[in-house]
């Protein structure tokens, strides 16, 4: 009887609490004329509120049976409105009990119950991958709107790729009007902007600028030591905005930071120090990041209850993880909508039916986002009912049997399939191939089909390269860096000309670039060929860099005349045919015209190098004519965009790069803007009283910087840049995606690439700046810091293979990039475990069945495989039309192709110029004059020979500075002849080694200018390690000339009026010329031939006997026979940085001199016969070819040397 009494009472308490409430302080409040009457009636009235509260909280007792809430019932509309503005009195009320001061009327309009029944708990439910968890939240708002059509419905989603996809299967289904989707950021935005907080928000480029102030202003003050050698390096400015994002996301508060640290090392306390004057920047200037905007969304739902209380339903879906920040926006948040709906993937029956949290192993990462979510909202999981069982039994079984014990195999019944290919290429182009069967056989839609890999990087030139080819609407889900297009390499490369010092390569590049017209530049303006005769001219001048380098080589060449040749020291050099005169001078006139309009102001502020940059870049032809004026045109712009869309195949890609190259640009004027520019005493450190004056609106000019550091500012902002190709409006397309990015979606059909061990699992690595233990220290400390070895792979896998409803192929290249053996990936096996179906192993050599062609290219392919016996063959030989010309194309490359595969050299293409014989016989006929140097030439590899002296092509090496081999022995051949030439005694050692210095000096102070090169900084160093060498060389010559006196030296035959040396044969006769480098006379009257090299490659008889060396026997004879100076005795080869003499010796030759002297007659009379005849196949005598070959770049047998 007293219990039912006391139930009674404060049930009636409750009902008559409206005839209580304080309406005659109300009242007052309306009545007040002026603000302190207000207030003071405020006041009371808050307090009789607040009393009559707390006079009902003594009467609920749950633990005596009475209710445990109780309703105030506020009659009048208008006063329920005021109580909902005080926060204060709201709060109060929820914090005593649960009671909430409500009026009908006003629960009608805002469709709300009068209390929190069992319906406005959050309902988390769990079901597996695919088993419909999408279409309950699709079918829940169906329900809502049917209801209420004006009701207010959020749903939040993971990625904007999942926005897509959700509202696409809403509007396939019904009911997206009104239906508000987003990602937690969107709804942090939508919540700031209900609570009136219109908070300037950070972008990318200005954060990235901030982070480097901060970096420098710490390293100026001496606080940031032990990341100071890092402070330039965009990577570092990277790192620290992933760990700024990850600490905001964690909630982690800067002086919790630096107080878990404050004991640590060094580097953790530096990143607490960036981290703290990071976050005070923006609670100084009152702006948020990204992440910042979740915390200020919360403390607005804290703040102000009366937020979103319109939210009739939340649906939060597709999320594998939750971080702290969105926890607590979303607990938040479910206290304020009517209903709330958490999809979660998990295995409901095993969770539920034995009462506990098994948790499979593919469920790892759910697992962790189920026990948190569960906490923030305390809420239990609920079993989807009734679930939707996936449409294809073999992926059903794959779903539940993925990773699990004791696993059984099913019958793929067509729809899992798997192929391993050779590599990459082959791999994407299989893939490729099913996809666009699914389209064409299994008439799916593009947007039902997906490519999934787990890095998409290394496939995207293959994916873009083979979509192209096959005709495939692609779509790729991730961004390009925006450094790769190029575009935007090209502008990049020119803006950094003036920062390297004007290169020559890129220069001449950017005179080459076909995205830059330089007709605007003027008079002097660069055309057709100027590019080739400025490199040419860059060559001859030795350019390596810098503006006086360049107008000294081009001011000399434009006082030389046209038609000057320098003869060469080696008669086989061919002169390079360079501008001179007055083209040489026009040339000049174009160079300063170029340097004028791409050089920027030494300083100048960051919005007027942006606006430099942007003249350059000029405008875009198509919204030229709509947003701006003729008198508003850059006149001088190199037509960047222009030349841009003039190339339909690749228009798109460049013009919206450059496009997020403009908005990079932009960034940067804001970052200068909302930052200032740095102070005098701190560099880049940016004052406080310029930041303040620009938020607060004050206009100050800002402080210039150097160019260079424009520019550094600019490249970093671009290499952390990505930017993404649209897609052609109202056109379906095929997604490729990474496994991240393809989480959540659903396909008909889904492509998994890369399932070879290390793609897929990809290593876990643990963090550059906050390493694994650091994170436990600090999660012990009571940051929530997540560890980043968690072994998520496994679940990122599950997920992947769960995109697909019907078919799932799985690819894999059983080759690695380096040619190497490739085993498949762990998850490949695990597959192959559960699904019976066999591996199709392909091979880019394997013939393609016309059926399975997916481009006119693979249709020609399987043609050509059958030999051109088909009747696809015959059928293509008869057509005239672009399939049957490409065959016709085909057939010839494959003829080409079985040449360049034979053993053996064969065919016009490969030296056999048999048919020019009669021609090459009237060139190198009998009157032809030789050197050894090219007989040696063509016993080194006939193309060499070929190649360089009959088509007298050189390779086109850059300029580099410093000497070469051949400048070099040039130096020594020219001071040992001059040293010997001025001693009265050539054969004394002392006199000789008294000499050397001052002809050394004479020579190396002459040869930058004679010989041509550009001294080094080293020069002066070299200079003394070359005389050494020559002391060397010269104190062992005289040790191995005893008896013998230097006779001759460089001396000519064939040149210069002297006899040229005649070799006789029965075929015919050789003439000969050439430098003997010396020629000793011993005592007996006899000659001593020796033959200087500046090179260390050892010499042997063996090279004499097989003719790769006959120069030295070929100058023995011509000093015996042509020049009658006697009989020859001996000669070797002298090696001068080794100071000893070879080891072919022409007395120590088997048979003696006239033997050495035969064999080498008969080696040049059969080169000059086989030139004459037309025999140069490349066969390179030693086995591999010289590296200074001009065919190295195009032939097809070049072997390079291997030491």
Same mark, same amino acid.
């Given at each position: 009887?007293?219990?039912?009494?006391?139930?009674?009472?404060?049930?009636?308490?409750?009902?008559?609490?409206?005839?209580?409430?304080?309406?005659?302080?109300?009242?007052?409040?309306?009545?007040?004329?002026?603000?302190?009457?207000?207030?003071?009636?405020?006041r009371s009235?808050?307090?009789?509120?607040?009393?009559?509260?707390?006079?009902?909280?003594?009467?609920i007792?749950?633990?005596?049976?009475?209710?445990?809430?109780?309703?105030?019932?506020?009659?009048?509309?208008n006063?329920?409105?005021e109580?909902?503005t005080?926060?204060?009195?709201?709060?109060?009320?929820?914090?005593s009990?649960?009671?909430?001061?409500?009026?009908?009327?006003?629960?009608v309009?805002r469709?709300?119950?009068?209390?929190?029944?069992h319906?406005?708990?959050?309902?988390?439910?769990?079901?597996p991958?695919?088993?419909?968890?999408?279409?309950?939240?699709?079918?829940?708002?169906?329900?809502v709107?049917?209801?209420a059509?004006?009701?207010?419905?959020?749903v939040?989603?993971?990625?904007?790729a999942?926005v897509a996809?959700?509202?696409?299967?809403?509007?396939?289904?019904?009911?997206?009007?009104?239906?508000?989707?987003?990602?937690?950021?969107t709804?942090?935005?939508?919540?700031?902007?209900?609570?009136?907080?219109?908070?300037?928000?950070?972008?990318?480029?200005?954060?990235?600028?901030?982070?480097?102030?901060i970096?420098?202003?710490?390293c100026?003050?001496?606080?940031?030591?032990?990341?100071?050698?890092?402070?330039?390096?965009?990577?570092?400015?990277?790192?620290?905005?992933?760990?700024?994002?990850?600490?905001?996301?964690?909630?982690?508060?800067?002086?919790n930071?630096?107080?878990?640290?404050?004991?640590?090392?060094?580097?953790?306390?530096?990143?607490?120090?960036?981290?703290?004057?990071?976050?005070?920047?923006?609670?100084?200037i009152?702006?948020?990041?990204a992440?910042?905007?979740?915390?200020?969304?919360?403390?607005?739902?804290?703040?102000?209850?009366?937020?979103?209380?319109?939210?009739?339903?939340?649906?939060?879906?597709?999320?594998?993880?939750?971080?702290?920040?969105?926890?607590e926006?979303?607990?938040?948040?479910?206290g304020?909508?009517?209903?709330?709906?958490?999809?979660?993937?998990?295995?409901?029956?095993?969770?539920?039916?034995?009462?506990?949290?098994?948790?499979?192993?593919?469920?790892?990462?759910?697992?962790?986002a189920?026990?948190?979510?569960t906490?923030?909202?305390?809420?239990?999981?609920?079993?989807?009912?009734p679930?939707?069982?996936?449409s294809?039994?073999p992926?059903a079984h794959l779903e539940?049997s993925?990773?699990?014990?004791?696993?059984?195999?099913?019958?793929?019944?067509?729809a899992?399939?798997?192929?391993?290919?050779?590599?990459?290429?082959?791999?994407v182009r299989a893939?490729?191939?099913?996809?666009?069967?699914?389209?064409?056989?299994?008439?799916?839609?593009?947007? %039902?089909?997906a490519?999934?890999?787990? &890095? !998409? +990087? @290394?496939?995207?030139p293959?994916?873009q390269e083979? *979509? /192209?080819?096959?005709?495939?609407?692609?779509?790729?889900?991730?961004?390009?860096?925006?450094?790769t297009?190029?575009?935007?390499?090209?502008?990049?490369?020119?803006?950094?000309?003036?920062?390297?010092?004007?290169?020559?390569?890129?220069?001449?590049?950017?005179?080459?670039?076909?995205?830059f017209?330089?007709?605007?530049?003027?008079?002097d303006?660069?055309?057709?060929?100027?590019?080739?005769?400025?490199d040419?001219?860059?060559?001859?001048?030795?350019?390596i860099?810098?503006?006086?380098?360049w107008?000294?080589?081009?001011?000399r060449?434009?006082?030389?005349?046209?038609a000057? %040749?320098v003869?060469?020291?080696?008669? &086989? !050099? +061919? @002169?390079?045919e360079?501008?001179?005169?007055?083209? *040489? /001078?026009?040339?000049r006139?174009?160079?300063?015209?170029?340097?004028?309009?791409?050089?920027?102001?030494?300083?100048?502020?960051?919005r007027?190098?942006?606006?430099f940059?942007?003249d350059?870049?000029?405008?875009?032809?198509?919204?030229?004519?709509?947003?701006?004026?003729?008198?508003?045109?850059?006149?001088?712009?190199?037509?960047?965009?222009?030349?841009?869309?003039?190339?339909?195949?690749?228009?798109?890609?460049?013009?919206?790069?450059?496009?997020?190259?403009k908005?990079?640009l932009?960034?940067?004027?804001?970052?200068?803007?909302?930052?200032g520019?740095?102070?005098?005493?701190?560099g880049?450190r940016?004052?406080p009283? !310029?930041?303040?004056?620009r938020?607060e609106?004050?206009?100050?000019? /800002?402080?210039p910087?150097?160019?260079?550091?424009?520019?550094t500012?600019?490249?970093?902002a671009?290499?952390?840049t990505?930017?993404?190709?649209?897609?052609?409006?109202?056109?379906?397309?095929?997604?490729?995606?990474?496994?991240?990015?393809?989480?959540?979606?659903?396909?008909?059909?889904v492509?998994?690439?890369?399932?070879?061990?290390g793609?897929?699992?990809?290593?876990?690595?643990?963090?550059?700046?906050?390493?694994?233990?650091?994170?436990?220290?600090?999660?012990?400390?009571?940051?929530?810091?997540?560890?980043r070895?968690?072994?998520?792979?496994?679940?990122?896998?599950y997920e992947?293979?769960?995109?697909?409803r019907?078919?799932?192929?799985?690819?894999?290249p059983y080759?690695?990039?380096?040619?190497?053996?490739?085993?498949?990936s762990?998850?490949w096996?695990q597959?192959r475990?559960?699904?019976?179906?066999?591996?199709?192993?392909?091979?880019?050599?394997?013939?393609?069945?016309?059926?399975?062609?997916?481009?006119?290219?693979?249709?020609v392919?399987?043609?050509?495989?059958?030999?051109g016996?088909?009747?696809?063959a015959?059928?293509?030989?008869?057509?005239?039309?672009?399939?049957?010309?490409?065959?016709?194309?085909?057939?010839?490359?494959?003829?080409?192709?079985?040449?360049?595969?034979?053993?053996e050299?064969?065919?016009s293409?490969?030296?056999?110029?048999?048919?020019?014989?009669?021609?090459?016989?009237?060139?190198y006929?009998?009157r032809?004059?030789?050197?050894?140097s090219?007989?040696?030439?063509y016993?080194t590899?006939?193309?060499?020979?070929?190649?360089?002296?009959?088509l007298e092509?050189?390779?086109?090496?850059?300029?580099?500075e410093?000497?070469?081999v051949?400048?070099l022995g040039t130096?020594?051949?020219?001071i040992?002849?001059?040293?010997?030439?001025?001693?009265?005694?050539?054969?004394?050692?002392?006199?000789?080694?008294?000499?050397?210095?001052?002809?050394?000096?004479?020579?190396?102070?002459?040869?930058?200018?004679?010989?041509?090169?550009?001294?080094t900084?080293?020069?002066?160093?070299?200079?003394?390690?070359l005389?050494?060498?020559?002391a060397?060389?010269v104190t062992?010559?005289v040790?191995?000339?005893?008896?013998?006196t230097?006779a001759?030296?460089?001396?000519?035959?064939?040149?210069?009026?002297?006899p040229?040396?005649v070799?006789?044969?029965?075929?015919?006769?050789?003439?000969?010329?050439?430098?003997?480098?010396?020629?000793?006379?011993?005592?007996?009257?006899?000659?001593?031939?020796?033959?200087?090299k500046?090179?260390?490659?050892p010499?042997?008889?063996?090279?004499?006997?097989?003719g790769?060396?006959?120069?030295?026997?070929?100058?023995?004879?011509?000093?015996?026979?042509?020049?009658?100076?006697?009989d020859v005795?001996?000669?070797?080869?002298w090696?001068?940085g080794?100071?000893?003499?070879?080891?072919l010796?022409l007395e120590?030759?088997?048979?003696?001199?006239?033997?050495?002297?035969?064999v080498?007659a008969?080696?040049?009379?059969?080169?000059?016969?086989?030139?004459r005849?037309g025999?140069?196949?490349?066969?390179?005598?030693?086995?591999?070819?010289?590296?200074?070959?001009?065919?190295?770049?195009?032939?097809?047998?070049?072997?390079?040397r291997?030491?």
């Amino acid at each position: 009887m007293a219990l039912a009494w006391m139930r009674l009472s404060i049930l009636r308490v409750a009902s008559c609490l409206s005839t209580q409430f304080p309406s005659d302080n109300f009242r007052r409040i309306v009545e007040c004329t002026t603000d302190d009457e207000r207030i003071a009636a405020c006041r009371s009235f808050v307090k009789s509120v607040r009393k009559r509260v707390d006079e009902t909280v003594r009467y609920i007792r749950p633990d005596e049976g009475t209710f445990d809430f109780a309703i105030m019932y506020v009659l009048a509309e208008n006063v329920c409105y005021e109580i909902l503005t005080m926060p204060d009195l709201f709060e109060y009320a929820l914090s005593s009990w649960e009671k909430l001061p409500l009026e009908k009327n006003f629960l009608v309009a805002r469709q709300r119950p009068p209390c929190l029944s069992h319906d406005m708990l959050p309902h988390l439910f769990l079901a597996p991958a695919g088993q419909g968890k999408t279409h309950h939240c699709i079918a829940r708002i169906q329900e809502v709107r049917a209801k209420a059509p004006l009701a207010s419905l959020w749903v939040i989603l993971p990625n904007q790729a999942q926005v897509a996809a959700f509202r696409r299967r809403l509007a396939e289904e019904g009911g997206a009007l009104g239906v508000q989707l987003g990602t937690f950021y969107t709804f942090y935005a939508e919540i700031l902007a209900r609570a009136g907080q219109p908070i300037p928000r950070l972008l990318d480029p200005v954060q990235h600028r901030l982070l480097r102030t901060i970096v420098d202003q710490l390293c100026a003050e001496g606080r940031l030591c032990h990341y100071a050698p890092l402070r330039d390096k965009p990577g570092f400015i990277r790192l620290l905005r992933a760990l700024v994002r990850e600490l905001k996301r964690a909630r982690v508060h800067r002086d919790n930071f630096a107080a878990a640290v404050a004991d640590g090392e060094e580097r953790l306390t530096e990143l607490a120090a960036i981290y703290a004057d990071y976050q005070d920047w923006l609670v100084r200037i009152n702006w948020m990041d990204a992440e910042g905007q979740g915390w200020l969304a919360a403390l607005a739902l804290e703040k102000h209850p009366h937020l979103c209380r319109d939210l009739q339903l939340l649906i939060v879906d597709g999320f594998d993880e939750f971080n702290p920040t969105q926890l607590e926006v979303l607990r938040l948040l479910t206290g304020h909508a009517a209903e709330t709906i958490v999809t979660l993937t998990g295995d409901a029956s095993t969770q539920f039916s034995t009462g506990t949290f098994r948790t499979r192993i593919a469920h790892r990462r759910f697992a962790r986002a189920l026990a948190a979510i569960t906490t923030a909202l305390n809420v239990e999981p609920e079993p989807l009912a009734p679930p939707r069982p996936a449409s294809c039994a073999p992926l059903a079984h794959l779903e539940a049997s993925l990773f699990e014990p004791f696993p059984q195999k099913h019958p793929a019944d067509d729809a899992v399939a798997f192929i391993e290919t050779q590599n990459r290429g082959q791999e994407v182009r299989a893939a490729l191939r099913w996809v666009k069967a699914c389209l064409v056989r299994d008439e799916m839609a593009a947007h %039902e089909v997906a490519i999934i890999a787990r &890095d !998409l +990087a @290394p496939y995207r030139p293959f994916l873009q390269e083979t *979509a /192209a080819e096959f005709g495939l609407p692609l779509r790729l889900a991730e961004g390009a860096d925006l450094l790769t297009n190029p575009a935007v390499a090209a502008l990049l490369s020119l803006l950094s000309l003036p920062v390297l010092d004007w290169p020559r390569r890129q220069v001449v590049d950017a005179w080459r670039n076909p995205y830059f017209d330089w007709s605007g530049v003027g008079a002097d303006s660069i055309g057709e060929g100027d590019a080739d005769r400025l490199d040419a001219a860059a060559r001859a001048g030795l350019v390596i860099q810098g503006l006086a380098q360049w107008r000294e080589a081009l001011d000399r060449l434009a006082q030389m005349k046209p038609a000057t %040749e320098v003869a060469a020291e080696d008669e &086989d !050099l +061919a @002169p390079p045919e360079v501008p001179a005169g007055a083209e *040489a /001078a026009a040339l000049r006139r174009k160079f300063e015209a170029f340097v004028a309009r791409v050089t920027p102001p030494p300083e100048a502020t960051v919005r007027d190098y942006a606006a430099f940059v942007e003249d350059l870049i000029g405008d875009d032809p198509k919204l030229a004519p709509r947003f701006q004026s003729p008198e508003d045109a850059v006149e001088n712009s190199l037509g960047v965009v222009a030349r841009a869309w003039e190339t339909d195949l690749t228009a798109q890609r460049d013009v919206a790069a450059l496009r997020a190259f403009k908005d990079v640009l932009r960034g940067l004027v804001l970052a200068e803007s909302v930052l200032g520019q740095a102070c005098p005493e701190h560099g880049r450190r940016a004052c406080p009283e !310029l930041v303040l004056s620009r938020v607060e609106g004050r206009s100050r000019r /800002a402080a210039p910087i150097p160019y260079a550091r424009f520019y550094t500012e600019l490249r970093g902002a671009v290499e952390g840049t990505s930017y993404t190709v649209p897609p052609e409006p109202n056109v379906p397309t095929v997604l490729a995606a990474s496994v991240l990015n393809a989480r959540g979606l659903s396909f008909r059909a889904v492509a998994l690439l890369g399932l070879s061990e290390g793609e897929f699992p990809q290593a876990e690595r643990e963090d550059t700046l906050l390493r694994e233990s650091d994170r436990l220290t600090l999660r012990d400390r009571g940051l929530l810091i997540e560890p980043r070895l968690q072994g998520d792979e496994v679940t990122f896998f599950y997920e992947a293979v769960t995109r697909a409803r019907e078919k799932l192929l799985l690819c894999r290249p059983y080759l690695a990039d380096d040619g190497q053996q490739w085993e498949p990936s762990p998850y490949w096996e695990q597959v192959r475990r559960l699904i019976d179906a066999p591996v199709e192993h392909v091979r880019p050599e394997d013939p393609l069945p016309a059926g399975e062609a997916a481009s006119s290219q693979e249709l020609v392919s399987a043609a050509a495989f059958t030999g051109g016996q088909s009747l696809l063959a015959a059928w293509l030989e008869q057509e005239d039309n672009e399939l049957s010309r490409a065959w016709r194309s085909t057939q010839m490359g494959a003829s080409v192709l079985r040449a360049r595969l034979a053993d053996e050299p064969c065919g016009s293409h490969e030296g056999d110029l048999t048919a020019l014989a009669d021609c090459l016989s009237t060139r190198y006929g009998p009157r032809h004059i030789w050197s050894a140097s090219r007989l040696e030439a063509y016993a080194t590899c006939p193309m060499l020979f070929w190649v360089g002296s009959s088509l007298e092509l050189e390779p086109r090496t850059p300029p580099e500075e410093g000497y070469d081999v051949r400048i070099l022995g040039t130096m020594y051949h020219r001071i040992l002849e001059e040293l010997y030439r001025r001693a009265l005694d050539p054969t004394g050692a002392d006199e000789l080694l008294a000499l050397l210095p001052t002809i050394a000096q004479e020579v190396f102070d002459a040869a930058p200018n004679e010989y041509g090169f550009r001294p080094t900084p080293l020069w002066d160093y070299q200079r003394q390690e070359l005389e050494q060498i020559l002391a060397d060389t010269v104190t062992a010559l005289v040790e191995a000339s005893l008896g013998y006196t230097p006779a001759a030296l460089e001396q000519v035959f064939g040149l210069e009026g002297q006899p040229v040396l005649v070799i006789h044969s029965d075929s015919g006769e050789l003439r000969l010329r050439g430098f003997i480098d010396r020629i000793d006379r011993g005592a007996d009257g006899r000659l001593r031939v020796i033959d200087y090299k500046a090179g260390s490659t050892p010499i042997s008889a063996r090279d004499l006997a097989e003719g790769r060396r006959v120069q030295l026997a070929l100058y023995a004879l011509a000093a015996r026979d042509a020049l009658s100076l006697g009989d020859v005795s001996g000669g070797f080869y002298w090696h001068i940085g080794s100071a000893k003499a070879s080891s072919l010796k022409l007395e120590k030759y088997k048979g003696g001199v006239e033997a050495a002297l035969q064999v080498a007659a008969n080696h040049a009379l059969a080169y000059a016969a086989a030139v004459r005849a037309g025999h140069f196949q490349p066969r390179p005598s030693s086995g591999s070819c010289p590296g200074h070959c001009p065919a190295a770049a195009f032939c097809w047998r070049y072997t390079p040397r291997v030491w």
